[in-house]
């Protein structure tokens, strides 16, 4: 995209400033001088010159501001409505749906921040009638998510893409993914993102981006979010109606559109898969509110001018479909939300179901062994003068593999800070203890632990846990927070609370220090303690004693006996191990703060 933008952008800002009417639009001239080619895509100045820009000229447009983003700078959001009005409340309360857009999370894959620039241009003068669709829809564009990468802007930054010339870089301003934070939130990006999601509760969401994956014909794909894991009413409508009408609708343009091709094998002529959305992911963690999410992945080897094209395309049939069901569309998350405020057992681990798929159309080009003209050696790859078109399996049920039955209450004791804080961003309803208290509740002690070897996005990932469910009179604190299992988050709370849970704060390793032993043993210090146990509880002794006799290595070992003394004890320490987070599975009477 060309920047012949300087003094003429100034010229009209001045002039649109003077001149905000909703009279405006009825120009047939696009405000902004966008120019899309295979070679540039708009900086973040450029981006957010050309939303003040718009905002300044036409009522129906509003530029906001929420937070602060790791790079020091405010995370933007554009919306558009029929009366200008930018409250997420009174937007409600007109019974419109929310439409929310995310682009440059990765700003290597920027054809969304430029497509939605076009987008809200051509909306806002009515080209083709396009200002219609703000009659039941209320658009929110985030210009850039990641503010941080895409100030990092160079032409060697994705190595697969060969335009644009330059583009930003995939790690935010810290260096993290930005689309793998969404629940462990350890950037601002992340918190700010919070705060918009939460406060518009859109109805559709669309994250945008782009994939170096398989070569095929089509420029762009879609990533659903799985309609399993939605209540019923909501994924029958997501899965039957909203997700067809899309691939049916793109097939009109001149970008057809293909589910994203995540294969079983080295060919797509296998079978693509939808993979299950965790939370993390952009799409995974709206689900977790009942938000129907979508992820466009643009095909990184076709030309920038055309994937820009594509999203404009998909923009437009995205929020038609959104703007032509609205009333259904927030009457059945509506209905959603208060299933999940009932809802007692919750599916926090999927398994692909491989009974169930349909058969769709693919083009694609021939894989096949090749020689590299870089290595000139031997190398996998697709042979593009070899097109095919023919019909493959694609999988996109899943089954429950894991349920969990959710308690009463979650007790979180109030020195897990930080577990809090996320709760509370993302809107958990909770409630503190008055005073100190005993209460019979059920507790894990996490039987074993695997992690990655090596840490990923600044966590280390437990990717195996097992468990052990304990009942006991546990004592809280004065302070710490209860957190009631009947509001629209319980799902969420659920996913966060639970350790098996894929993406919960325990997998992300924020519960780390219950696997770390305070207390320990000295084999001469505790010498006297330990005869004292003995003498104390002959049935132990003989406990003891029997696995001295039926083990050689104990036997042998003065070290080792001493160990089975005082792991095997009261001695032992009573917090290694232990979930810190309880469980209440009885309605009881607590003793509150009062509100």
Known sequence: MTKNITFFLLFLLVLAACNRTSDAPETTEALLDLKFSESETVTYYEAIEYYTLLADHYAEAQLLTYGVTDAGKPLHLFVMSRDGVSDPAKVRESGRAVVLINN???????????????????????????????????????????????????????????????????????????????????????????????????????????????????????????????????????????????????????????????????????????????????????????????????????????????????????????????????????EAAQTITTQKEFTVQWTLDTTQKQMIRFRGYEDETGISPVTGLSRRGYNRQKPYDTLIPFYDHHRPALTIRAPEYYIVPSAWEEVIERLALNHVQMHRLAKDTAIVAEFYKIENVESWPQQYNW????????????????????????????????????????????????????????????????????????????????????QFEAAVKNDSALAASHRAQMGYIYDNTEWADNRINRYPVARINEAMKLPLVAE
């Open 104 to 334: 440059g999370i990765h700003p290597g894959e920027p054809e969304g921040i430029d497509a939605s620039l076009w987008f809200a241009d051509d909306v806002l003068r009515n080209a083709n009638e396009m200002r219609s669709l703000l009659d039941s829809v209320v658009v929110c564009i985030i210009p850039v998510y990641n503010v941080g990468g895409c100030l990092n802007r160079s032409a060697y930054h994705r190595t697969g893409q060969t335009t644009p010339r330059e583009c930003g870089h995939r790690g935010n301003a810290k260096n993290l993914d930005l689309n793998r934070d969404f629940v462990k939130m350890d950037t601002k990006n992340a918190k700010a993102f919070a705060e918009i999601f939460h406060a518009w509760n859109p109805d559709v969401f669309l994250d945008t981006h782009t994939t170096n994956g398989s070569d095929h014909q089509y420029v762009i794909t879609l990533i659903a979010f799985q309609p399993d894991a939605l209540p019923p009413a909501l994924g029958n409508f997501y899965r039957n109606s909203f997700i067809p009408h899309l691939y049916q609708a793109m097939e009109q343009t001149d970008y057809p559109l293909i589910p994203y091709v995540n294969h079983f094998t080295e060919s797509p002529k296998s079978g693509i898969v939808l993979d299950v959305q965790q939370p993390h992911f952009s799409t995974g963690f709206v689900g977790l509110f009942n938000t129907l999410g979508f992820m466009t992945e643009n095909h990184i080897y076709k030309n920038f001018d055309d994937r820009v094209r594509s999203v404009y395309d998909f923009l437009g049939v995205l929020i038609g479909f959104t703007a032509s069901h609205s009333t259904q569309i927030q009457t059945l998350r509506t």
């Open 459 to 542: 966590h280390r990932y437990h990717n195996k846990v097992q468990i052990e469910n304990v009942t006991d009179t546990l004592r809280f604190l004065a302070g710490d927070f209860v957190i009631p299992m009947n509001q629209p988050a319980n799902k969420y709370i659920v996913e966060m609370l639970e350790p098996e849970a894929e993406d919960s704060f325990f997998r992300w390793n924020f519960f780390d220090p219950c696997l770390e032993s305070r207390e320990y043993y000295s084999s001469y210090g505790f010498e006297e303690n330990a005869m004292k146990y003995l003498d104390t509880h002959p049935d132990f002794k003989k």
